[in-house]
């Protein structure tokens, strides 16, 4: 089956104690993004990859980190979070003409 | 800069038709999304247009004119499942998402 698979879904941690939240896609895309979603303010991007060592800052890339080391994978990594990360974090792939999410994962930063 | 205006909620009733507008200003143009979303859950594919003119999947239909920067999302027949966010998205290189318009339906 077509998917991104995005894990945990749920996660509550401490401030300043480093995370990783991981993003594969078994579709062969080449096109990745993170976005991070907030009430009232939408879908924000965080980063994207348009290719396999490709990334580029989005509109909200402060505190965040990725890589793209392998087409499949594009990890979300907090270093150090703050209580201004919590929030409902998705990842996408896609073509041309389509973006597929993944199920989201709900991040809680003490 | 990149601008996405879609209105925040609208209000319609089981049965009906609405219609949710999008206007944009981005530096490149190479398609325009409709995504919905529920509550909580990731954004769903509804419609992609590139090219100007209306394209009907259905009960939904999108349309497109480049030279307006304006879109909109058609939804006609409307069903209480229809009570959902309607996300508007303009591609460039990247893919950037207005703020989504909240849709009530009223039975």
């Known amino acids: 089956e077509a998917q991104v698979t995005q894990n945990p879904r749920y996660l509550i941690t401490v401030t300043g104690k480093k995370l990783t939240v991981t993003c594969s896609q078994n579709?062969?895309?080449?096109?990745m993004s993170w976005y991070r979603q907030d009430p009232g303010l939408g879908l924000r991007q965080i980063y994207y990859?348009?290719?396999?060592?490709?990334?580029d800052k989005g509109d909200v890339p402060e505190g965040y980190k990725v890589s793209r080391k392998e087409k499949r994978n594009f990890p979300l990594i907090l270093e150090s979070p703050s209580p201004n990360q919590t929030s409902l974090y998705f990842c996408a792939s896609g073509k041309f003409e389509k973006l597929f999410f993944g199920s989201g994962t709900q991040l809680s930063v003490l | 800069g990149q601008n996405i205006d879609q209105p925040t909620e609208m209000t319609a009733t089981e049965g009906a038709i609405v219609q949710i507008n999008c206007t944009y200003q981005?530096?490149?143009?190479?398609?325009l999304f409709w995504y919905q979303q529920h509550a909580g859950e990731a954004p769903t594919f509804l419609s992609y247009?590139?090219?100007?003119g209306l394209e009907e999947k259905g009960r939904f239909s999108s349309f497109l004119s480049r030279s307006k920067g304006y879109s909109y999302l058609l939804l006609k027949e409307l069903q209480m499942k229809d009570s959902a966010s309607y996300l508007c998205?303009?591609?460039?290189?990247?893919?950037?998402f207005g703020k989504g318009t909240r849709l009530h339906i009223l039975p």
């Open positions: 998205a303009v591609r460039d290189d990247k893919i950037i």
């Open positions: 247009n590139v090219l100007d």
């Open positions: 990859s348009m290719n396999v060592e490709v990334t």
């Open positions: 579709m062969n895309h080449e096109y």
């Open positions: 981005t530096s490149g143009f190479n398609g």
